[in-house]
């Protein structure tokens, strides 16, 4: 059974900035799209990040210049790296995994239940 577990949320003030991991079971995050999602409350769920198996990454317009992505291979963990955080990052970031290794229009598989990220003025 496939388990993605995200790890490092917490409050922040603007300005601050977090670390989230994804730590995969079951699934080797070096061998499909992976992706970083955002939910706030009554929002939809927004693409915050993906990086491809071929190293692709995409981030959205909003969080450019100050969140990245990275994975580590070897201890099997995916992560988001958040640099000044603003308030409108505020949400529930969740980890996704795809058994594609493109990213472009595929669904992904494997969710997360997501860990919270809450940013004060």
């Known amino acids: 059974q496939v388990q993605l577990v995200e790890s490092g949320g917490g409050s922040v003030q603007a300005g601050g900035r977090l670390t989230l991991s994804c730590t995969a079971s079951n699934y080797a995050v070096g061998n499909g799209c992976m992706g970083w999602f955002r939910q706030g409350p009554g929002d939809e769920r927004e693409r915050v990040a993906t990086?491809?198996?071929?190293?692709?990454?995409n981030v959205t317009d909003s969080v450019k210049g100050r969140f990245s992505v990275s994975k580590d291979s070897a201890k099997n963990i995916f992560y988001l790296q958040m640099d000044d955080l603003k308030p409108e990052d505020t949400g529930l970031y969740i980890c996704?995994?795809?058994?594609?290794?493109?990213?472009?229009?595929?669904?992904?598989?494997?969710w997360g239940q997501g860990t919270q990220v809450t940013v004060s003025s």
């Open positions: 990086l491809s198996y071929y190293g692709q990454l």
């Open positions: 996704a995994g795809s058994i594609y290794g493109r990213c472009s229009d595929v669904p992904f598989r494997y």
